[in-house]
């Protein structure tokens, strides 16, 4: 089963004000991390930072079956 992560992520001050939502289907917390980490969505220093959005999440079951990935970053 696959699952559509709504995942709120944005950079702390001062390295960074940025921030957005990004769509992502994957199969669990560690596949969407990985996703994730594999994007320049955001400075090196922080992405300890993804895992900690990842688990706080809007998670929504899927009903079809989808390829992993990210769908969309709505990122500033």
């Known amino acids: 089963m696959k699952y559509l992560y709504l995942i709120d992520f944005n ?3 001062p390295s960074s004000e940025y921030g957005g939502l990004i769509a992502t289907i994957a199969s669990n917390d560690t596949e969407c991390h ?3 980490l594999n994007e320049n969505l955001w ?4 992405t300890n930072l993804i ?3 990842v688990i706080k999440a809007q998670k929504f079951a899927l009903q079809d079956e989808y390829e992993s990935g990210i769908l969309e970053a709505f990122t500033t």
């Not at 400075?43 to 922080?46: S, W």
């Open 43 to 46: 400075y090196e220093e922080h």
């Open 11 to 13: 950079q702390p001050f």
């Open 34 to 36: 990985t996703l994730l």
């Open 51 to 53: 895992m900690q959005a």
